[in-house]
């Protein structure tokens, strides 16, 4: 079977040219995986290496973290869309249909990731002229990019197609949706053959590449997500013994210089990318396209003398270094009068930089994670460690028998704009913890009428239509659309 994998199912060369560009494909357009042959492809390290690193070029996209997978979390009550994307304001206030840009923006490029996945599990154990330890740290890199890439699909649409490897090498894409619980339970076999095959730690040379504590991580979350208490605490306390401390300063994970240290378990690599989200989130007298506006209701939740807030957003009289100049934050340079910092840094002349992450796991929403888990297992206070851990490194009081209300406190102000809180939001709905109707339907003034969440439509978003519309019936859309 290696052999006829190593001749047959290589990754196409349409998508070896990652370099120059992404292979722009709906999922049922897929390339047939014999475009190349083993003579010239899979023949060694530096191979399986090279496909394992297109697998990331996807994520710095602006259809993915570029800008419109955080889009997602638009609807969440932090921030006001602001910018000037129609498409976003259906979704933000939930009258968004199958034929929505944003809902459809990202769908081939997480699906194209998988494949690419999918590639290198298929063809990479073949490979003679290899390291053992480098060949399973590349089969676990992509253990752990099919298991995000099916992640993402599971919090934004609940059950899609499973593309895995039987798919590729029968050529079988046009397949039904799975149930969500097939979803989740592909990822979880995923996340622990990562967990099993990826080191603790990189290299200076392979930092941005993910780890056991990445893999861990977002088992934990997974978890947390099917209220498997117990697992989020095991793999969670994983991380939080491990090698993943918390940076010293919290606005180091989002400096240029500082941000692949050890806290930061996965994040979309910011190196000269030209989608960098900063260009959306800056006001635009400063460069930017001033999108994500915080609003209001974020900036009162922070406590007096929490430092995040100033390393998260913008307020009127901030004086701000940009480059040479000290300028000061104005209400009126954005829409809501804040703007979103936390991506926002400057090169020595002033002008933007385009060289920050954009973080999608931090070793801080782990240690939150396992404290909810043990605050909803074991009651009040059972969290409190993990809890002020997150506080005591911003120089906070300590709390004591904390419950979720301090939870959700401590995760809405360190997690600001990293594209959780409108999903945290929903599975606290779910479980009786919160009313999203009530929030979601809160006055809003001048954004926008007030919103209405319908339950269990809205827990979801829409398949896109073209996807429907190209399986010739076999994909169904999610209830209520």
């Known amino acids: 079977m290696i052999n006829i994998i190593k001749n047959r199912y290589l990754l196409p060369i349409a998508c070896l040219s990652f370099l120059v560009g992404s292979c722009d494909k709906n999922i049922l357009d897929t390339t047939a995986y014999g475009e190349s042959t083993s003579a010239t492809f899979w023949r060694n390290g530096d191979d399986a290496v090279a496909a394992a690193n297109a697998m990331y ?29 129609g498409y976003e304001e259906a979704m933000e206030n939930f009258t968004m249909d199958a034929s929505n840009y944003g809902v459809r923006a990202g769908w081939k490029n997480k699906y194209e990731m998988i494949n690419r996945a999918n590639a290198v599990l298929i063809n990479v154990p073949g490979i003679e002229d290899m390291d053992e330890t480098l060949k399973n740290r590349v089969l676990g890199e992509a253990h752990f990019i099919r298991a995000f890439g099916y992640w993402r ?16 090498i029968e050529s079988n894409f046009n397949v039904p949706k799975a149930t969500l619980a097939e979803v989740q339970a592909q990822i979880e076999s995923d996340l622990i053959a990562a967990v099993s ?66 806290e930061m378990l996965f994040a979309a690599q910011g190196s000269d990318w030209v989608d960098n989200p900063q260009y959306f989130v800056t006001p635009r007298p400063w460069g930017g396209w001033d999108f994500h506006n915080p609003v209001q209701n974020v900036v009162d939740e922070f406590e007096d003398g929490d430092p995040r807030l100033e390393y998260s957003i913008y307020k009127p009289g901030d004086m701000v270094q940009r480059g040479p100049e000290l300028t000061e934050f104005t209400a009126d340079l954005t829409q809501t009068g ?47 460690d993990e809890i002020n851990a ?34 945290d939001l929903m599975r606290w709905d779910k479980a009786g913890i919160v009313d999203i109707v009530e929030i979601y339907g809160e006055d809003r003034g001048q ?10 439509k809205n827990y979801y978003f829409p398949i896109p239509q073209n996807e429907i519309d190209l399986s010739n019936g076999v994909l169904i859309q999610n209830p209520g659309y």
Do not use: W
């Open 338 to 384: 804040f703007s979103l910092n936390k991506f926002t840094t400057f090169n020595d002349d002033g002008s933007l930089s385009n060289q920050a992450n954009v973080p999608i796991l931090r070793s801080a929403d782990v240690y939150l994670l396992v404290a909810e888990a043990k605050i909803r297992k074991n009651g009040l206070g059972a969290g409190d």
């Open 57 to 85: 070029t996807l994520l710095r996209e602006e259809d993915s973290y570029g800008h419109n997978e955080n889009v997602f979390d638009n609807c969440a009550d932090d921030i006001f869309r602001a910018g000037d994307h």
């Open 153 to 168: 699909f599971s919090v934004i649409y609940g059950g899609v197609p499973l593309i895995l490897e039987d798919n590729i």
């Open 390 to 423: 997150v506080r005591d490194r911003v120089g906070l009081p300590f709390v004591s028998n904390a419950g979720m209300p301090e939870l959700i406190h401590e995760r809405r102000v360190e997690l600001l704009g990293e594209n959780q809180r409108h999903q």
């Open 197 to 262: 095959l990826l080191p603790a730690t990189h290299n200076s040379e392979n930092l941005g590449r993910p780890n056991k504590g990445s893999a861990n991580g977002l088992l934990a979350k997974l978890y947390l997500y099917q209220e498997d208490f117990d697992g989020t605490i095991a793999a969670g306390t994983e991380v939080i013994n491990g090698p993943y401390p918390l940076a010293d300063n919290f606005r180091d994970n989002f400096t240029p210089a500082t941000e692949n240290n050890p």
């Open 447 to 456: 954004f926008d009428p007030v919103r209405v969440f319908v339950r269990p």
